[in-house]
């Protein structure tokens, strides 16, 4: 597999993603898979989902055709993102319960840890249980970011970038050419999804990403050390990380719903501090392209992986800490709707 092949299946994925996106937000307008105004969402008009139908489809075809399915911990990998992805789907027409979406994705970790994917934290028979809850937890961490127009998908087309050119220093060229394709199906997802906003990705885009990110983690700190391991999971995720921890922990000091929708992510408050939606969207993405390249430059052992990862964990907390301070709910704590685990758009 030489760097033309690598490129054309990246091509390949940018051009089916952008070019099917449109039709399929058609479709769903007609099958009514929209996302409605209201409550504390920004949009004004219905918004169709199924754009996340286009990036899984867009990152897996051009995958296959290059790649093949020699590889079983990637073809795993993939298998189970597509049934995850298919979750998603379902959840975008018909809500799920939480326990039928936990059990499902819980399944599909499972199998992609079977498949020989386990994160070596404490190098027993633990590490098979932690690498599966690592993939849900992340999973759902990845979903609960795509709150604003084009944020998941700027986020998604920097870390399968870097953590792509990671996937080929650890000489794992599948994973890598999985990458490729899921970096550059997101950016051409992006064309209809920047601010404003034509399509949403729905779960199906989101869950299908956050699965993918989760398990390549995993998947390239596999049978490595406890240092390489930690630098390895947190970096590629830092972004997801972050934003699920300044969400619980705000919304634990207020006393609100820990699966509440709301207006208090990461996004919500780069808002409230004066940035736009297309800058905020670029701010993320530049962060996570800050720590993919860490995660690169630990691969290639410019950087101390242990002393990466303590920076990171020191960097995940104080950023969990510090928007705490921007005020992003009203006083009377009012409650908008039962708790959920997937909060519906924007």
Known sequence: MNGVTV???????????????????????RWGITDHPGGYKTHERPIPYLGGVAIMLGTIVP????AGLDDVRVTAIVLAAAAVAFLGLVDDFSPLSLLIRLTVETVAAAGVVVGGVQASLTESWADGPLTVLWIVVITNSFNL??????ALGAISAAGAACLAGTAFVCAQPAAGVLLVALALASLGFLRHNWAPAKVFMGDSGSLFIGFVFACSSALLVTGKGTGAVMAGL???????TVDTGVVLLSRQLAGRPLLQGGNDHMSHRLRRIGLGTRATA???????????????????NWISPLTVAVAAVGAVLILIGLPQRVRVYSSDRARSRPATILERRR
């Open 7 to 29: 490129l054309g299946a990246g091509a390949a994925a940018f051009l089916l993603t952008a070019a099917s996106t449109r039709p399929l937000g058609r479709l769903a307008l």
């Open 63 to 66: 995958f296959a055709a290059v």
């Open 145 to 150: 970011l795509d709150n604003m127009d084009g």
């Open 234 to 240: 947190l970096l590629p995720t830092f972004v997801a």
């Open 282 to 300: 670029a701010v993320l993405a530049l962060v996570t392209a800050l720590t993919g390249v860490l995660g690169l430059a630990t691969a290639l």
